[in-house]
């Protein structure tokens, strides 16, 4: 079975190709010097969904009629953005004759990096631009072990980058800052229980006069072991010996180190995807449609779904 998955939640129109192995895996993303605006990402993506579609489609060596089934992302995501992916999703199968089936985004973020790095039944940290969630599966559903209160930790580095003039998205912009910082200043720390909350440093951190470097490294120290925290309760809560990082906020190699030192100390297997699958694209979502329609799972309708938790999706494959 040939799946073409479609994701287009925020900034990313992408287009991935999944038959079992990947087979193409292509996007155009949406920059700018604000926040995302949705109804200018959605044009974006308008412009753009049929160079990448065409693309994908010629890296796996297709045409449209060879694709057996259509996956898009229903949400979460924003308005706007959601409709398009599922407008052209179900277009296409629509015109072709093929089932379609909408995917939840974070749980294919989680599925894509099992499969890249073959984690059997990991503990998650899902950290990307508007989701941090620390996940594991418990009869038959993503349990939300701790979760963000406010923004996600991907938003959070965001408009903290904004405040410093940094570009959308700041988060590789601060990690290489941060690197080249030295002394550590102490900032907002916010952990309530096993949640998060990012707003307060992001407005300490916004009008801090600290130098850029060190302030940056201050920044991704304290918000890195917030999470680092959060996650070491729900590793020996759950006693799972895998702990895997996934989402976009995952290509920061920091991130990484930490959460591996901590994974190390309590004789968990770490991992975390390649960058091409933690940052948000269409190969992930061909990947959850062909599992879900190969375990005849259809979700609710294909109406999107904006705020579409991970805890919702009965996860039967
Ligand atoms: P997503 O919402 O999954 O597409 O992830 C996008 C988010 O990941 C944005 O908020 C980015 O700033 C963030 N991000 C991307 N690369 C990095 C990085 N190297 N370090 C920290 N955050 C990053
Ligand atoms: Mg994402």
Known sequence: MICLGIESTAHTFGV?????????????????????HPR???QFMCTHAAEVA???????????????AFAFAQGPGLGPCLRVGAA??????GYYGKPVVGVNHCVAHIDVGKWNRKARDPLVAYVSGANTQILGLNGGRYRVYGETLDIGMGNALDVFGRSIGLEFPAGPAIE???AK????????????????????????ASKSK?????LCHSFQETVFAMLVEVSERALAHTKKEELMLVGGVAQNKRLG???????????????????????????MIALTGWKMLRAKVRQGGLKTNQKWRTDEVAIAW
């Open 257 to 283: 180190a930490m959460l591996s030192q901590m994974a190390e100390e309590h004789g968990a297997k770490f991992f975390v995807p390649e960058n091409q699958y933690n940052a948000d694209n269409g190969l």
């Open 54 to 68: 065409e693309a994908a489609l010629e890296k796996a060596g297709i045409g449209l009629g060879d694709v057996d």
């Open 40 to 42: 200018e990402a959605s």
């Open 16 to 36: 991935g190709v999944f038959d079992g192995k990947a087979r193409a895996n292509e996007k155009a993303v949406y920059r700018t010097m604000g926040g995302i």
């Open 210 to 214: 600290i130098p850029r470097a060190d």
């Open 88 to 93: 052209v999703g179900q277009a296409l199968a």
């Open 181 to 204: 910082g030295k002394k550590f200043h102490f900032l907002p720390y916010s952990v309530k229980g096993m949640d998060l909350a990012f707003a307060g440093l992001v407005t300490a």
């Open 176 to 178: 290489k800052l941060a």
